[in-house]
């Protein structure tokens, strides 16, 4: 067993160095019927070329994803990601380590995330920022949590233009504190103010806004957070696609209290759907609160600058059932893959892909207009995602763009089961799109 | 505070003997064990708590342990001085480190607790 | 070492755009003056700058392929490389999650056919793959509890936890709304089945439950405590931190267990990455399975979909499906190995930490002198009269090249104090044991001889001891926290650059 470093020969050696006579003398605390007999039923040992081979095969049941264009976001987007990331990552210190208990053999891992607290506090404008739980839907689900936490009430408004798998998550974490959810309905694509006024009571723990939206809107951040905090409900921001954070104001300014985002964007793979990564900016004084681990700037005994976990008090190792959250492993590795990214666009990079993001949408969605075979379905402002209604049926249209070799937006009324959005379609452009591309892509759908 | 007016119980906190409303606070051999006390969670003045109910969290770098009531009564005032000053735990654990005043409903759980000689001696035989 | 921020450099560019960036398109007309930001200040460095700052930073981390990294609880074994290259198949990386069915068949099949193949490894029923980590299981599978037996018409308020549990288990349990009692545990190191009698009650849920437990001891005495559990009505839940020891000897769902999580990032061998992602598998029971979070992949003969447990379902644990990429490493590894193979890795870990609790029993008394699992918890309680704690002995280890054991954990009174926990893999050979062993051998000469050289340790590390209170007391929390403090904290270069 090429995994495993011992030799018969060696393992009986040790085991008369233990002083039993066979390895069933070590396990003889283990009655003999609740033993496992037999052996399992598991297919294998495959060699290094037969797994190789095994793995080639059910790649190819899939589509041809190292060619096809996704026209769909959705949560989950593809961005050019510069090979000197993947080539770092593959860096065993980085992988194959552990969580940094020990500091002095850990501040690789350990510098990494305080330097992406850096960036993500600059990014969100945040005085505080976790750069790591699972998700950016767990992070949504944890940021309500905090709310329940820090307003000692129980009551939450979530928009209707959440990503549906966040508000899910949302409602899963909230079950067990019989959490009263109150979806806000949607106008125009956006959270309409006049309508939150209207649902927003005393007894309000939180306001919850994906902002770019689900539908890829630009909400009105900063009114509705005054509407929230006239309340004294804190307003929690999700930002689902970060690169968006380039080009648009930072929650901090538009006086958000906690922003749940989602990382994937800034350096990770599509995966089919994971892990990507979340991560918790927060008010300096909501730190007790939040969940997660969090890195800090000390000295060492030379009076080297140098970075621990710190504010360890609240997780659950130390706090057992009275910690923040049960949260344990994190994203570790996406931390130093974000950190990487962000470092190597730079100040000029970043801005720019976001601007070619929301430039290349742009062009699409005019064009796709224009070309008379799509209408608009809301009067909005939008980042690189936009609902555009067919006029021809979905179904034709995507078998005609994957033939094309791209991936096709998401039929949203099918989607979220709404027949008011019967027939439309999600569009994602990135930056990753050419001119000539989006051009063949009208001229796909047009025909 | 003499260390010497105070009744101790087995888990290391203080309590002012033959007082109510009376200090409560932890040992010195409490302190040293927690290491540096870097956060302190104190309750709301007025609460009523029963005996083994727990007062204050304290938390170090790497562990966190509750205080526990060594008599039931009303929490008449907190030290609250030792949120912006924890450390004051470490530097005076038997005066300006006090933690909570009680107002004692029964005092009969005190009977129970050792005075200052008995305690040292506890410590001795805990030492293994 | 200096942050990036710190070598940035005006004007230098690590990254390029196409040429044509669509520029007729103006982003006043796009967004909004209520959305429009500024330009945020990252930094500026060339490509190079920016690799060589990271390869630098990774020098300052150990993997498992600088040495051994005993970790007990956390089971560090070697991280196979084609596993890496099988994730990173570019019709893997690059699938959509929201990609239509028909065009991620492989992922799909992968995902079921790995639920059948840890049904088979833990004797369980049916597996959602999506938690995210053992955690996110833990939490998962008491999610699924509670709706159980709401679902019932039954009110159970409270879960038994054994005060040798991972911190994760009564905070998962916290997290699900339930009251935690903790159950001692008694002077062989295992669970006090009077004391479980006692507390099992119509009001419990359940029990969480390490086997072999966090001791890293085997608790023979499962059927009884499954009995005493479901004699009550209660489920028993199966953490599966201590899973590398049990590989084809012992299975969950052959001993009473109704529940149970995976750790792949443990005992499946995909890497820990410096605290994730790793995932964690929830397997249960048949009559559990209609509260699996959504979704679950299902196979009709032909193809493979996702699909929606229905009403009874506990919702979404997270956005997508599943931390997929780590399941292609679990997948792999389980198919390298082969039946025989699994039931080999338990065996040999399980002799290797028994080789290392015997070698060094006399010098670092156990908390339990008894045969163990796959790790031994040793002591070092008989230094502390010298004034030489486990942290300094921990300390002292780096100096010879190793990572620590898991140090003061498990932690509960009176038995497992002052506890060091060695997990030593099956991808460990005797001689690296062997020279560990020495190393911890003289490491309590050092203690008696030269305890002031344990306190002060590490020495060789390239940081020393870090000052973990002035880190709270005076947070500094990103770059711009130290910006703003730069005249009081006042740091010579050395102590930036180095």
Redesign the interface.
Known sequence: ??????TDQ??R???K????SS?EE??????EE???RG????????S?AE??E???D?????????S?K?L?G???Y?HHL?R?I???L???????????Y????????L??M??L???L???TGME??IP?V?????ATAEAA?MSLRLTRKNRIIISSTL?P??R??V???T???GTEIIELPYQDGLVAGPRLEKVLTDDTAAVIVQ?PNFFGG?E????LAGLAHARSALFIQVVAESIS??????PG?MDVDIVAG?AQSLGM?????????GYLGAR?KY?RQLPG??????????????F?M??RAR?????????T????????????AS??Y????????????A??N???A??LEERLVASGGFERVFDY???NEFLLRSKKPLPGI?ASL?EAGF??P?ALGAFIGDESLENTALFCVT?IF??EKLNRVTQLLST | MNPEDLLFTKDHEWIESGKSPARIGISDYAQKELT?I??VELPEPGTEVEKGASLVTLES??ATSDVYAPAPGKITAVNSDLEDNP?KINESPYGEGWLVELEISDSAPLDELMDYAAYEKYLKEEEV | ?K???EKSIKG???????A????E?R?E????P????R???????S?VD??R???Q??????????GL?P?GS?T?????K?N???A?????????????AD?????L??MHDLSV?LC??T?MDAYTLAP?????G??AGI?II?KYFEDRGEQRSKMLVPDSA???N?????????K?VELKSNKSGTVDIGELERLMDEDTAGMMLTNPNTVG????R??EIAKIVHGKGGLLYYDGANLNAT?????PG??GFDIVHL?L?KTF?T??????????PVGVKKFLSPYL??PVVVFNGENYRLRDPGEKS?????????????L?KAY??????????????S??S???A??VL??LKDYYRPSYD??C?HECVLTGRDYKKLGVKTMDI??RL?DYGY??PTI??PHFKPYAEETMMVEPC?????E?LDDFIAVMIKISEEARSNPELLR?A?HR??????????????????????LRLKDE?N??P???N?
């Not at chain 1, 160095?17 to 039993?20: A, L, R, S, T, W």
């Not at chain 1, 009105?220 to 009114?223: D, G, Q, T, V, Y």
């Not at chain 3, 330009?39 to 460095?45: P, S, V």
């Not at chain 3, 990173?88 to 990386?93: D, H, I, T, Y």
């Open positions: 067993m090429r995994y495993i470093a011992n060696q393992k050696e040790m085991l160095e233990i002083g039993v390895f070590l396990i003889g605390t283990i009655p609740m033993r496992f052996e399992l039923d598991i297919p294998g040992p495959l290094e797994l190789e095994e793995f080639a059910l790649a190819k049941r899939n589509a041809d994803f190292t096809l996704p769909i959705a949560g989950a593809k510069p000197a993947q080539a770092l593959g860096r065993e210190e980085f992988y194959t380590s552990y969580t940094p020990q500091p002095e053999l850990s501040q690789g891992t510098q990494a305080f330097e607290q850096t960036y506090a600059r990014l505080v920022v790591s699972y998700d950016g839907a767990s949590l990503h798998h966040y899910s998550v409602e899963t974490y079950a067990p504190h902002s630009i009105k951040i900063a009114e954070l380039g080009l648009l104001k930072t300014e989602e793979e599509l995966s089919f759907g994971g892990p990507y990564n300096k730190l681990r969090i890195a800090g700037e000390t000295v060492d005994r030379d009076g080297k600058r140098v621990v710190t504010s997780e659950q190792d130390i706090r057992r059932e009275k910690a959250s049960c949260i344990c492993s994190n994203h570790g590795l996406n931390i130093i950190d990487i962000l470092s190597l666009l730079g100040t000029e990079g970043f801005y720019q892909t601007l070619l929301t430039r290349a742009h062009y402002p939008f980042f995507r994957l991936l096709p998401l930056e050419s001119r | 540096d870097v956060y770098v790497k450390q | 070492m942050l990036i921020f230098r560019v690590g990254y390029s755009l196409p044509d960036r669509i520029e398109i982003v007309d796009c967004i909004p209520y959305a429009r930001g330009k945020k200040d990252l930094i500026e460095a490509e920016v690799v700052h990271f390869t930073l990774s020098k300052f981390n150990y993997g498992i392929e600088d990294y970790l956390c560090m074994k070697y991280n196979p084609v890496e290259h099988l990173g198949l570019g019709n893997f990386a690059n699938a959509h999650p929201f990609a239509p065009t991620v068949q492989g992922c099949k992968l193949l088979r490894i004797g995210a980590a053992g955690a996110h833990e939490l999610l509670r991972h911190g994760t009564p905070a998962s349990s916290a997290m699900a709304g339930f935690v001891l085997f608790d023979g499962i059927d590989l084809g000897i012992l299975r052959d001993t750790n990032h061998a890497p820990h990455g410096g605290g994730g992602p790793g995932a964690g979070p959504s506990i919702g979404m644990m997270r956005a997508f499906w599943s931390n997929f990429s780590v292609i792999a590894w389980i198919l390298s190995l082969g039946g025989k193979g699994l039931r080999e890795v065996e040999a399980v002799i290797n028994n080789y015997v070698k008894r045969f699992a921990a300390k780096m990572y620590p003061y954990f099956e991808s460990e050979g005797k690296v002060d590490p590390t390239r940081i020393r001891r870090t000052d973990d209170v002035l880190a709270i007391r005076r947070p500094i929390l990103h770059y711009d926290d130290e904290l740091y010579r050395e102590d930036i180095f």
